[in-house]
């Protein structure tokens, strides 16, 4: 409505384009859109973006008392850095949880049997349980 009246005052006439949907493109289906959403989920929460832009190491490297060196995957005592393997490892975990409260939630839907709305259940709360304690162990190594 706004652009409609800015367009008559300023008399513009935007171009009448026929654009169409190329015809071996057909519409994704629900679980492709879903699996892409994940994806995108857990890109955005592995820390895509810190990756970009200071392009840290995929792993780090720690000496014992002995002088022998053994790979190191968490940046301890370092909250606002991270290994890539770190932010993949701690974005799978936000992502076990996030799958557990959905199974959780499709566990009350589910019209399958007893002993499947238990092995749902039962799977969901180890999901939604495992994931922020290893988060949690994460942050008390970096911390």
């Known amino acids: 409505m706004v652009l409609q009246s800015l367009f008559s005052a300023l008399s513009l006439h935007p171009p009448e384009l026929?654009?169409?949907?190329?015809?071996?493109?057909?519409?994704?289906?629900?679980?492709?859109?879903?699996?892409?959403?994940?994806?995108?989920?857990?890109?955005?929460?592995?820390?895509?973006?810190?990756?970009?832009?200071?392009?840290?190491?995929?792993?780090?490297?720690?000496?014992?008392?002995?002088?022998?060196?053994?790979?190191?995957?968490?940046?301890?005592?370092?909250?606002?850095?991270?290994?890539?393997?770190?932010?993949?490892?701690?974005?799978?975990?936000?992502?076990?949880?996030?799958?557990?409260l959905m199974i959780l939630d499709q566990s009350n839907y589910v019209t399958s049997t007893k002993m499947g709305r238990f092995l749902m259940i039962g799977l969901g709360m180890t999901f939604s349980l495992v994931g922020p304690f290893a988060t949690y162990t994460f942050f008390k190594i970096k911390w």
């Open 18 to 100: 026929e654009l169409s949907w190329p015809a071996w493109l057909g519409v994704p289906s629900s679980n492709t859109m879903f699996i892409l959403s994940l994806f995108i989920y857990y890109i955005s929460v592995s820390g895509i973006t810190y990756d970009i832009i200071n392009s840290p190491p995929a792993f780090g490297v720690e000496s014992d008392g002995f002088g022998n060196s053994r790979p190191v995957a968490i940046l301890k005592w370092q909250l606002n850095q991270q290994y890539i393997v770190e932010g993949f490892t701690a974005g799978f975990m936000m992502l076990l949880t996030s799958s557990g």
